[in-house]
Nanobody, 121 residues
Framework: QVQLVESGGGLVQAGGSLRLSCAAS????????MGWYRQAPGKQRELVAG???????NYADSVKGRFTISRDNAKNTVYLQMNSLKPEDTAVYYC???????????????WGQGTQVTVSS
């Protein structure tokens, strides 16, 4: 079994900052890409930021220059530092990991339960 547990969401004023964390636990051989997605009410889930096992990153245009994704491979943890937050960043943020549980077994996608981020104007 694998669990992804997010933390760090909350309510913040526009211009403020939050740091999200997501720790993967359970039977894990290795983790490939990790990422953060978000879903606002009435909208589709969208990729916010992703990071490869080697540390290469990609971001949605809407968060470039404001958000930074990073990971600690020793802790199986991915982070999202969010600065200069805007009301339009309000959403449920989900952690995602493409990971391999055992050697010679294909990787699978896993999701966290989501954490609410609310930015007030």
């Amino acid at each position: 079994q694998v669990q992804l547990v997010e933390s760090g969401g909350g309510l913040v004023q526009a211009g403020g900052s939050l740091r999200l964390s997501c720790a993967a636990s359970g039977t894990i051989f290795s983790i490939n890409a990790m990422g953060w997605y978000r879903q606002a009410p009435g909208k589709q889930r969208e990729l916010v930021a992703g990071i490869s096992s080697g540390g290469s990153t990609n971001y949605a245009d809407s968060v470039k220059g404001r958000f930074t994704i990073s990971r600690d491979n020793a802790k199986n943890t991915v982070y999202l530092q969010m600065n200069s937050l805007k009301p339009e960043d309000t959403a449920v943020y989900y952690c995602n990991a493409d990971l391999i549980q055992k050697v010679n077994i294909p990787s699978n996608d896993y999701w966290g339960q989501g954490t609410q981020v609310t930015v007030s104007s």
